[in-house]
Protein backbone atom coordinates (compact mmCIF):
# COMPACT_ATOMS: atom_id res chain seq x y z
CA UNK A 1 0.00 0.00 0.00
CA UNK A 2 1.55 3.51 -1.28
CA UNK A 3 1.54 5.92 1.39
CA UNK A 4 2.64 9.46 1.52
CA UNK A 5 4.12 11.21 4.58
CA UNK A 6 3.78 15.15 4.07
CA UNK A 7 5.63 17.40 6.92
CA UNK A 8 6.99 21.13 6.60
CA UNK A 9 3.75 23.46 6.16
CA UNK A 10 2.96 26.25 9.22
CA UNK A 11 2.69 29.05 10.06
CA UNK A 12 4.91 32.24 8.02
CA UNK A 13 5.08 35.45 7.45
CA UNK A 14 4.49 37.29 4.05
CA UNK A 15 7.45 37.24 2.27
CA UNK A 16 9.17 34.07 4.68
CA UNK A 17 10.07 30.41 2.87
CA UNK A 18 8.88 27.06 4.11
CA UNK A 19 9.99 23.93 2.57
CA UNK A 20 7.25 20.84 2.08
CA UNK A 21 8.42 17.42 2.17
CA UNK A 22 6.62 14.56 1.04
CA UNK A 23 8.40 10.93 1.53
CA UNK A 24 6.79 8.28 -0.45
CA UNK A 25 6.51 4.26 0.73
CA UNK A 26 5.26 0.57 -0.52
CA UNK A 27 5.68 1.89 -3.82
CA UNK A 28 5.66 -1.31 -6.30
CA UNK A 29 5.73 0.01 -9.71
CA UNK A 30 8.09 2.43 -11.30
CA UNK A 31 6.70 6.68 -10.46
CA UNK A 32 5.89 8.39 -13.07
CA UNK A 33 5.53 11.90 -11.59
CA UNK A 34 5.12 13.33 -8.15
CA UNK A 35 4.10 17.07 -7.65
CA UNK A 36 1.95 19.55 -5.08
CA UNK A 37 -1.41 20.71 -5.15
CA UNK A 38 -3.25 23.31 -2.96
CA UNK A 39 -6.59 23.86 -2.02
CA UNK A 40 -7.73 27.04 -0.50
CA UNK A 41 -11.09 26.91 1.37
CA UNK A 42 -14.08 27.44 -0.78
CA UNK A 43 -11.64 26.68 -4.06
CA UNK A 44 -10.75 23.89 -6.57
CA UNK A 45 -7.79 22.03 -5.76
CA UNK A 46 -4.96 23.27 -8.17
CA UNK A 47 -2.01 21.86 -9.36
CA UNK A 48 1.42 23.80 -7.78
CA UNK A 49 3.84 21.86 -9.06
CA UNK A 50 5.11 18.51 -10.82
CA UNK A 51 8.29 16.70 -11.14
CA UNK A 52 8.08 13.57 -13.86
CA UNK A 53 10.67 10.96 -13.45
CA UNK A 54 12.93 12.37 -16.14
CA UNK A 55 13.04 15.30 -14.04
CA UNK A 56 10.84 17.76 -15.78
CA UNK A 57 8.88 20.15 -13.97
CA UNK A 58 6.10 22.43 -14.42
CA UNK A 59 5.15 25.30 -12.30
CA UNK A 60 1.68 27.15 -12.47
CA UNK A 61 1.84 30.60 -12.98
CA UNK A 62 1.32 32.06 -9.56
CA UNK A 63 3.97 30.19 -8.19
CA UNK A 64 6.45 30.72 -10.91
CA UNK A 65 9.72 32.17 -9.46
CA UNK A 66 9.68 31.53 -6.21
CA UNK A 67 8.25 27.91 -5.81
CA UNK A 68 10.79 25.37 -6.68
CA UNK A 69 10.02 21.51 -6.90
CA UNK A 70 12.94 19.42 -6.86
CA UNK A 71 13.02 15.47 -6.06
CA UNK A 72 15.25 12.73 -4.82
CA UNK A 73 14.49 9.40 -6.52
CA UNK A 74 16.61 7.76 -4.25
CA UNK A 75 14.53 8.37 -0.75
CA UNK A 76 11.20 8.89 -3.65
CA UNK A 77 11.13 12.17 -1.73
CA UNK A 78 9.74 15.38 -3.83
CA UNK A 79 10.51 18.54 -2.38
CA UNK A 80 8.76 22.36 -2.44
CA UNK A 81 10.95 24.87 -1.97
CA UNK A 82 8.58 28.05 -1.23
CA UNK A 83 9.89 31.43 -0.89
CA UNK A 84 8.55 35.60 -1.10
CA UNK A 85 5.30 33.57 0.57
CA UNK A 86 1.81 35.58 -0.01
CA UNK A 87 -0.77 35.55 1.84
CA UNK A 88 -2.92 34.42 -0.95
CA UNK A 89 -0.56 31.13 -1.08
CA UNK A 90 -2.73 30.17 2.13
CA UNK A 91 -3.90 26.81 1.76
CA UNK A 92 -3.40 22.69 2.40
CA UNK A 93 -1.08 21.81 0.00
CA UNK A 94 -1.29 17.99 -0.83
CA UNK A 95 1.51 15.50 -2.52
CA UNK A 96 0.60 13.37 -5.49
CA UNK A 97 2.09 10.33 -6.41
CA UNK A 98 1.24 8.65 -10.03
CA UNK A 99 2.50 5.39 -10.15
CA UNK A 100 2.69 3.56 -13.12
CA UNK A 101 -0.27 1.64 -14.39
CA UNK A 102 0.18 0.08 -17.67
CA UNK A 103 2.39 0.12 -20.19
CA UNK A 104 3.35 4.20 -20.24
CA UNK A 105 3.26 7.23 -18.04
CA UNK A 106 -0.20 8.33 -19.69
CA UNK A 107 -1.60 4.99 -17.07
CA UNK A 108 -1.15 5.55 -13.71
CA UNK A 109 -2.54 5.07 -10.53
CA UNK A 110 -2.92 8.12 -8.85
CA UNK A 111 -1.99 8.25 -4.81
CA UNK A 112 -3.00 11.35 -2.33
CA UNK A 113 -1.29 12.44 0.83
CA UNK A 114 -3.09 13.81 4.17
CA UNK A 115 -2.48 17.40 3.30
CA UNK A 116 -0.31 20.16 5.16
CA UNK A 117 -1.42 23.24 6.22
CA UNK A 118 0.31 26.67 4.73
CA UNK A 119 -0.79 29.44 6.25
CA UNK A 120 0.89 33.35 5.33
CA UNK A 121 -0.11 35.76 7.86
CA UNK A 122 1.53 38.53 9.84
Known amino acids: QVQLVESGGGLVQPGGSLRLSCAAS????????MGWYRQAPGKQRELVAR???????NVADSAKGRFAISRDNTKNTVYLQMNNLKPEDTAVYYC????????????????WGQGTQVTVSS
Open 26 to 33: GIVSPICA
Open 51 to 57: ITNGGST
Open 96 to 111: KLEELNGRNCFYTRDY
